[in-house]
T-cell receptor
Framework: AQSVTQLDSQVPVFEEAPVELRCNYS??????LFWYVQYPNQGLQLLLK??????LVKGINGFEAEFNKSQTSFHLRKPSVHISDTAEYFC???????????FGQGTRLTINP | EPEVTQTPSHQVTQMGQEVILRCVPI?????FYWYRQILGQKVEFLVS????????KSEIFDDQFSVERPDGSNFTLKIRSTKLEDSAMYFC???????????FGEGSRLTVL
């Protein structure tokens, strides 16, 4: 069965500092990987996705993530964060060709001025 | 930009009552989903729906739950007899295909007293 582990429940960083949000997954088959963001009082919005091809994927708002198959990781990074990046970030996985997404427990990113 | 809309945004109900949560998916999407997030926990898959029938459901989706696409635009989740533990945020999502790129609504918060 698939599972997703987000290693940090909360990550506080200062504005303009770099950030990495960690995500590890387990699956017995090939997967698609996603990061979703949830701003306060809003729904889940897709940040970026890995389906195939280049292991470094770029998303919206300056975020990027790298798929590492050997380490079964898909960490999210941003070189310089802004106050507006304050949100909850969810890593998710699905088997290729499957519909169901399995989510991690989320990481709350807090940006301090 | 097309979006998934959900109503109501918040519903309070008494234990044992029936609740219907409504969703309008993006118009050209073919796959529809319900997820839920109990406060402080992961976003959990409930059910997926394609071609007017359930394509997959989780163990959470027991006989008290049902889904329906009564017309060409709405997608509903019915909870027949609510329990305290059904209190959660319920997210509707839709996707154009099976690549896992889901588009989420803003959620319906259900509080069961």
């Amino acid at each position: 069965a698939q599972s997703v582990t987000q290693l940090d429940s909360q990550v506080p960083v200062f504005e303009e500092a770099p950030v990495e949000l960690r995500c590890n997954y387990s699956s017995s088959v090939s997967v698609y990987l996603f990061w979703y963001v949830q701003y306060p009082n809003q729904g889940l919005q897709l940040l970026l996705k890995y389906l195939s091809g280049s292991t470094l994927v770029k998303g919206i708002n300056g975020f990027e993530a790298e798929f590492n198959k050997s380490q079964t990781s898909f960490h999210l990074r941003k070189p310089s964060v802004h106050i507006s990046d304050t949100a909850e970030y969810f890593c998710a996985v699905s088997d290729q060709g499957a519909q169901k997404l399995v989510f991690g427990q989320g990481t709350r990113l807090t940006i301090n001025p | 930009e097309p979006e998934v809309t959900q109503t109501p945004s918040h519903q309070v109900t008494q234990m044992g009552q029936e609740v219907i949560l409504r969703c309008v998916p993006i118009s050209n999407h073919l796959y529809f989903y319900w997820y839920r997030q109990i406060l402080g926990q992961k976003v959990e898959f409930l059910v997926s729906f394609y071609n007017n029938e359930i394509s997959e459901k989780s163990e959470i989706f027991d006989d008290q739950f049902s889904v329906e696409r009564p017309d060409g635009s709405n997608f509903t989740l019915k909870i027949r007899s609510t329990k305290l533990e059904d209190s959660a945020m319920y997210f509707c999502a839709s996707s154009p295909g099976v690549t896992g790129e889901l588009f989420f609504g803003e959620g319906s918060r259900l509080t069961v007293l």
